[in-house]
Each structure stands twice: as C-alpha cells, then as structure tokens.
C-alpha cells in the first residue's frame, strides 16, 4: 500500500512510524515511538530527499514507487548518513542506477564506508553556496556540521521557501497521522519531546547549531520539513527562539532540577524535603527525579531548561552511585555549561559521592555551585534542619528576577552568516564565541590554566624513566572530540578524526595524566 501526505505542489512526505522502538539509537527510551520523514519532489527532475530506517521500508518503497509511476529518480538527496536515514540509500540506489547522489564532502567517504566505491563514485558533492536547478525549483544547500554528524546538510527551496533542516528541529515520538505542528497543542505536546530530543541528540553541539541558525536567519522559511517529528509551519519564530537558547546553553526557565540517587530512602528523604523548603519559598519551578526510575534523557533535557540543579547521591563502592555518575557524565558529554550546581551526600561510614560529584562538574565550563555541600550519614537528623534551610536559601537567592542577567555576559555573538542563497564563500574554521586562552602559546580549555603545561615551563610531573609518560588530552574546538596522545604530538597537523578539521588552534589542551609504560 502506498501512505503520502501532500505538501505543496509536487513535493510529498512519504515517511513512517516505528511504534514498537523501545530505544531510540540504542539508548534513549522512545515510549511514543520514533517518525521517520523523508520526502519526494515531482519536478522536471525528480529529487529524493533521503531514504529512511528498516523499520518502515515496506511501505516506503512502495509510497515511492506509487508517487514515481515509472519515473526514474535523478537526484537522492543525502541529508545525513546516520542510518536511521540512510540504511535503505544501497536499495534505492540500486533500485535506481541513473540517480546521482548528493551530499557533502564528508557524506561522499561515509556513503564509501557504508556502501562501496560504486556508490561513492556516483555522489556529486556540494556545499555552502551551491545550488541545483531541478526545473522549476532552486534546491540550496548549506553545511550543517555535526548537527548531527559531521558530514550533515541542509536544503532550501528557493521558491516553495522550505527548509529540509535533517536532524535540526526534529523530535521524539510518533506522528500518529498528525504531520504539522498547527495540528497539535506546540508548547504542550510537542515541545517537551523536541527539547529533549535536540538535547540528547545535538545538545552538545551548540556552537554548531548557532552556526546553522545563523544561516537560517539569511532566509526566509515558511516550512522546516525535518528528518524527524512533525513539520514546522506556525511556530517557527518559536522553534528557532528556544534552539537559539538551547545553543546558547542559557537555561530558558529560573527552575530548579533535583535528582537523587538512593539505596534505602536516606538521600531521597532529604531531597523530598528540599524540594517542600523551597516551594515554601516561592519557587514551584521545581522538578524531582529518582535516578532509579527516570531515564538520564528526561533529567538531561529537563536541566537544558532549568537555571538550576541539585544532585544528591548516595555514597556507592567508595564513589557516586551508578545512576547519578551516568548523569553527571550526561551533562559533562552533553556540554551543559552555565547552570547552578548544588549538592547532597550520604555516606553511612564514608561519605564521598558529593566531592567526586563536584570534581565531575569541574569539567563543565561556566558552571556556579551554590550553598555548601549537605552531607547525611544514614539519615538526616533534626538537627541539621537549619543547615538544609541555608542550602535552600542559597538557591532561593541565586534564581535572578526577570529583569537580572543570567550570570555573566552570555549573549550570543552571531559571526557573519554564510548566506545559503548567494555568493559562495570560502569554508573556514567557524570563529570561536569565546576567547582562546593561552598558556605557554599553547591554546587551552578554560579553567585549565593551573592543569596543564607546556615544554617552556616546569612541567607538573616528570615521567620517571622507563615507567611512565605523559598523555595529553586535547579537545577539538568544533566538534568536541577528545584525542589523547602523547606529549609533544605536533596537534596543529593532527587531523579530527570526527569533523576532519584541522590547523593551528584547532585543538585545545585541556589536562595532562601520567600513564604506564608497557
Ligand atoms: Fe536522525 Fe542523526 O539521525
């Protein structure tokens, strides 16, 4: 059977739902399953805007063999080669031999690897400034680097004014027959599975983000057909405003996130009891999760909103519980920078998860820990009531009134935009939002200055002979990759192995650590 929905003239939807996914890439629970959208444009040429996951190819082929009725296919566009979109792009081609395939430069050597040289050879790239004419439609393309993956794209109709933005805009869940966003209540039904798909999905990518929302603010779209959840068509000034600050990683709500991690109820009682101190107080922003029952990407997408976040764990094999360390590691992954971290302990004979919690969110840029770290042994006693009650004035006086600003200045700074309509300009390293600080003439990760060090000072610890060497850990400026090499590996030729930039101040040096010869 055949399943399209109409969009404009000759352009149509033809994905699918997976209702039966329980975990989106393996990880995130999906508990409305997951739409797969990809769509097909009937015009003097005939372009197909990605493929789509094997969960729903049946249908697929079909829909596109009715909407094609004996065309050939000449352009399959590749918007992202995650295969989620891509899995079935070796069936259509094959199923097509005169479509050439469009995508990046980086796509072209993924469509290689997950493919052959036959595909590859047939992949035509392009990038920012170019352009096809399929009639009487001027597809744009822009680069959209690790939104999500490297080698990701977007297109614009010139004439139709559609934006098919990939994983940009996307969502969770199914679209269960309802394709656009006026078809739902925006704020209550679906932005709550869009935030947290962009902050699980692409949250760590802000800088890149931005970069595409800069592009996006050259153009003018009246629809965003995204390769995921539903189609944007009334509230696109909404949908860019919040990825705008979801970029920008300033907390969209004054809230507060708890999260607690407990065995028998000890750490839970005291972050229930918090949670009463501060609503006495006036703040009903207020989120309570147990790690043991809420999966990290709800807590994770949840903390993208608030200003504020209390983690109380339970001391576990002389260390944080399972549950809280994978999510601190989530917001350290995820870059969850300019948040207000507070912190609750419990250790029956050693307490000790609050200190490795707080050493974990030093790696988050831009952090602020507010109120004292609140420490239990078993259970909370009476008498340290009036110590709970200063952890929660202290939040109670961190959250800003409307008109303050949000911690230090962090407005974004839009660099000049790469216009997707117009001039081709020259692909550059993006411009840093922040300034590169330096120790030693070596560019390195903010807070890191009294951490590392450099050839021409006194290094923190000499290897001893034989036994040991010094690692670096470098982070790469664009995407985020960490590369660990060996001291005095020449970085400014070191290829990233993720977005495959590379040259001077590219990689930044954030630690050193001694290791073992052997
Ligand atoms: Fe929807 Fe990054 O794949």
């Known amino acids: 059977m055949h399943c399209e ?3 404009a003239k000759g352009l149509y939807w033809i994905g699918g739902d997976d209702k039966r996914l329980g975990f989106f890439e393996g990880c995130h629970p999906v508990p409305d399953g997951m739409s797969y959208n990809n769509y097909l444009l009937l015009d003097e040429k005939v372009v197909l805007f990605d493929t789509i996951d094997r969960a729903v190819e049946e249908r697929f082929f079909e829909t596109l063999e009715y909407l094609l009725d004996g065309r050939k296919i000449d352009y399959i566009i590749v ?25 990046t430069k980086v796509c072209k050597t993924l469509i290689g690897q997950f493919f052959g040289p036959e595909l590859e050879a047939r992949t035509m790239v392009v990038g920012d400034g170019d352009s096809l004419s399929t009639g009487t439609h001027t597809l744009a393309f822009a680069t959209a680097p690790m939104v999500h993956w490297p080698e990701v794209m977007v297109t614009y109709d010139v004439e139709d004014k559609i934006l098919f933005s990939a994983d940009a805009f996307g969502s969770f869940g199914g679209l269960d027959g309802k394709l656009f966003d006026d078809m739902y209540d925006f704020e209550d039904e679906l932005l709550d599975e869009m935030r947290r798909y962009y902050a699980n999905i692409v949250g760590k990518y802000g800088t890149q983000v931005n970069e595409l929302l800069d592009k996006m603010d050259t153009l003018d779209v009246r629809m965003i057909c995204p390769l995921h959840g539903a189609i944007i068509r009334d509230n696109i000034e909404l949908i860019k ?16 996130v708890i999260a607690y991690a407990s065995v028998y109820g000890g750490t839970r009682d005291v972050a229930e009891k918090l949670a009463f101190k501060l609503s006495d107080a006036g703040i009903h922003d ?12 709800y807590v994770l997408a949840d903390a993208f909103r608030a200003s504020n976040i209390v983690l109380a764990s339970v001391t576990f094999n002389a260390g944080v519980f399972p549950k809280m360390r994978e999510l601190v590691d989530c917001f350290v992954d995820h870059n969850l920078r300019r948040r207000r971290f507070s912190f609750i302990q419990n250790g029956s004979w050693g307490p000790i998860a609050g200190k490795k919690m707080m050493e974990a969110v030093e790696a988050i840029p831009e952090h602020e820990i507010v109120g004292d770290l609140f420490t239990i042994k ?10 709970l009650d200063k952890l929660a004035q202290a939040i109670v006086d961190s959250i800003r009134h409307p008109e303050e600003p949000i911690m230090a200045d962090v407005s974004h700074v839009a660099p000049e935009p790469t216009p997707i309509v117009g001039a081709v300009k020259p692909r550059v390293a993006p411009p840093s939002v922040e300034p590169v600080r ?12 009294d951490k590392v060090t450099h050839e021409s000072e006194a290094p923190i610890q000499e290897p001893e002979q034989g036994k040991t060497k010094v690692i670096q850990i470098w982070r790469c400026t664009f995407c985020g990759y960490q590369a660990e090499v060996p001291k005095g590996t020449d970085m400014d030729t070191f290829v990233c192995p993720v977005c495959l930039k590379v040259g001077p101040g590219q990689f930044i040096l954030v630690r050193e650590k001694m290791v073992p010869v052997s």
């Open 241 to 256: 405003a919040k990825y705008r600050t979801w970029a920008s990683y300033e907390p969209e709500d004054e809230a507060v």
């Open 438 to 449: 330096t120790k030693g003439g070596v560019p390195i990760a903010p807070g890191m200055e």
């Open 79 to 103: 918007s992202h080669m995650e295969p989620d979109h891509s899995a079935t792009l070796g069936a259509v081609a094959k199923a097509h031999p005169e479509a050439k395939l469009v995508g």
């Open 378 to 387: 078993s259970r909370m006693t009476d008498e340290q009531d009036g110590e």
């Open 286 to 297: 207020l989120a309570l999760f147990d790690l043991s029952m809420t999966d990290p990407s």
């Open 5 to 7: 929905q109409k969009l």
